[in-house]
């Protein structure tokens, strides 16, 4: 009897055991204090997180989202997010330019109260800088005054442009490491821009070094209806680079360099004239006109400000979109900013500052031109991989968009100009985007008036579109007459379904060869297939 007893306990013993494994079986409870819950999860088994992280709890394993990436909607982290929209505000914030230009033309150089930099503390760091540095960065009452207003006025600017810094600089170093440049120089571009790729001075100097546009066609920087390579960072920076080098071979003394770059290399000649033959810039500076008198002590003022801006306790926001955390890809077709973001996610905001070359927000596609989109190099593979689908939906778009876009149009080198009835020398700049003085100079004019017939030289700033007749004849001289095709519509037909019948025919070409204002269609229109 007590063995049957003992039996039947021992069977039960085993069915509680069985039952509470299958209990287990089907809820297993996992450690969940580390922050990020990464698991696998290897069977059918019901996971319970024990403590979960509440900013975690609803999101998904990272297992499943590799698994299955379609059924999962990402959500941004909210602080993470609000760094970045703040940060764009500063890349994007144009103030700062004339902010700057402001405070150089109207420096009154008087006595600035500032207790936190007594003098002989700043003569010392100025005496450190200069002996490792290549400029003459001597003490003087009116350097000093500017280092303190710039302290006691503009400690908010400041603090932007270090944080704007932080992408630029890297790319100016490369730059001018390449030419052999004092590093130093890269701070010239803040006083010459306040960083601002788009800045545009009141008498048409553009881009982060301001190059006037004579000046940046002699660089190769061109400019059409779509794009101004002086807003173009990197070829801009390679062009001043390129320029500043050859003002050193000039006048060997890098605070004559920096004179020159503003004022121009006849007004630094001059100077030296009129003070009897010194090559000191401040000895010669009364001499110069009086932008230039206050736009060396502006860099120096500019490069103490942030070689010692952990002492003076500037604090710049820092988030990290580094220039070498970007990365470039050659557009194939034309793409609009719009089409960009939509496809990668990348805010239009971003990628006009990333893309400050394009004017109207738009990639032409030229056959001899190299055109790029800079994005951040956590989007780069994305866009390469997916590049047919980004271009088919940017041609449907275009050709559903009943807006035309603007036709691709070089600006001259020069034009010659005939002066028409009514024409004034103020309206004749107005049009072509240049001063008056700047054409008197072109063509040696004493004074304001001209005659109808006359003609004048002028280097415009605007494009300027050739005439057809003038078209032509540079297209059959350079390529041959050729036979145009022509195509007569379908019922049904549409420009994209045309163009996928002609490989390397796109919409925008058909309505390029055609000038075509809007996308309808009619049976039997004849359209040309061809550029002929």
């Known amino acids: 009897m007590k063995k049957q007893v003992c039996l039947l306990l021992g069977l039960f013993a085993v069915f509680a055991v069985n039952a509470q494994q299958k209990e287990r079986s089907k809820k297993q409870v996992e450690k969940a204090n580390f922050r990020v819950q990464i698991f696998q999860k290897v069977d059918s088994t019901e996971i319970i ?20 990436s379609s059924k999962v909607s990402l959500s941004d982290l909210p602080k993470a997010a609000k760094i970045d929209s703040v940060w764009r505000v500063e890349l994007t914030s144009s103030d700062l330019f004339e ?39 001597e003490y003087n009452p009116s350097l000093e005054s500017v280092i303190k207003m710039y302290l006691k006025r503009n400690k908010q600017a400041m603090e932007r442009l270090m944080a ?5 600089f890297p790319l100016f170093e490369q730059e001018l ?32 070094w301001q190059f006037m546009f004579t000046t940046g066609k002699m660089h190769d920087l061109n400019v059409s209806s779509y794009v101004d390579e002086r807003m173009d960072p990197l070829k801009a920076t390679e062009a001043a680079a390129q320029y500043l080098s050859r003002l050193y071979k000039v006048f060997g003394d890098w605070d004559l360099v920096l004179a020159s770059y503003n004022s121009g290399p006849g007004n630094v000649s001059k100077a030296i004239r009129r003070s009897g033959g010194s090559t000191n810039y401040w000895e010669i500076r009364r001499y110069l006109p009086r932008e230039t008198a206050g736009y060396v002590p502006a860099f120096l003022a500019t490069l103490y400000i942030f070689e010692y801006a952990e002492e003076h306790n500037f604090q710049p926001k820092r988030p990290e979109i580094p220039y070498f955390q970007t990365d470039t890809i ?25 893309n400050p070359s394009y004017k109207l927000d738009i990639i032409p596609f030229v056959e001899d031109k190299n055109y790029v989109v800079r994005l951040p190099r956590t ?18 778009d275009i050709a559903n968009n009943e807006k035309r876009l603007p036709k691709y149009v070089e600006t001259e080198d020069r034009i010659r ?38 003609y004048l030289t002028i280097y415009p700033r605007k494009p300027v579109t050739q005439t057809a007749s003038a078209s032509a004849t540079k297209s059959s001289k350079s390529t041959g007459k050729k036979d145009t095709k022509v195509y007569i519509v379908q019922q049904g037909d549409s420009l994209w379904s045309i163009s996928k019948k002609f490989p390397g025919v796109t919409v925008q070409n058909l309505r390029t060869w055609n000038d075509m204002s809007s996308t309808r269609l009619k049976p039997g229109m004849k359209i040309k297939v061809s550029k002929g």
Not at 49 to 68: C, G, V
Not at 164 to 168: F, M, N, R, V
Not at 178 to 202: F, G, H, M, W
Request: aromatic share 10%; charged share 25%; glycine share 6%.
């Open 49 to 68: 997180l024990a403590d979960p992280d509440p900013e975690f709890q609803q999101k998904l394993p990272i297992s499943a989202i590799i698994r299955d």
């Open 99 to 137: 902010t700057m230009q402001k405070s150089i033309a109207e420096q009154d150089y008087e006595q600035v109260v500032y207790d936190d930099l007594p003098t002989d503390t700043l003569k010392a760091r100025l005496a450190h800088l200069n002996a490792r540095t290549p400029f003459n960065i």
């Open 164 to 168: 704007l810094s932080d992408y630029y």
């Open 177 to 208: 490491d390449k030419y052999d440049i004092p590093l130093e120089i890269k701070y010239l571009a803040i006083v010459e821009s306040a960083l601002n790729p788009r800045a545009k001075s009141r008498v048409g100097a553009t881009g982060l």
């Open 330 to 354: 050659r557009v194939k077709e034309m793409l609009t900013f719009d089409h960009i973001s939509k496809v990668s996610g990348v805010d239009k905001e971003l990628l006009q500052f990333l």
């Open 379 to 396: 989007k780069t593979g994305a866009f390469v991989n997916n590049e047919a689908a980004i271009y088919k939906y940017a041609e449907q």
């Open 417 to 454: 100009y005939r002066v028409r009835s009514g024409d004034y020398l103020g309206r004749i700049a107005e049009k072509h985007g240049v001063g008056v003085s700047s054409i008197k100079r072109w063509n040696n004019l004493r004074g304001n008036n001209i005659r109808v017939g006359q």
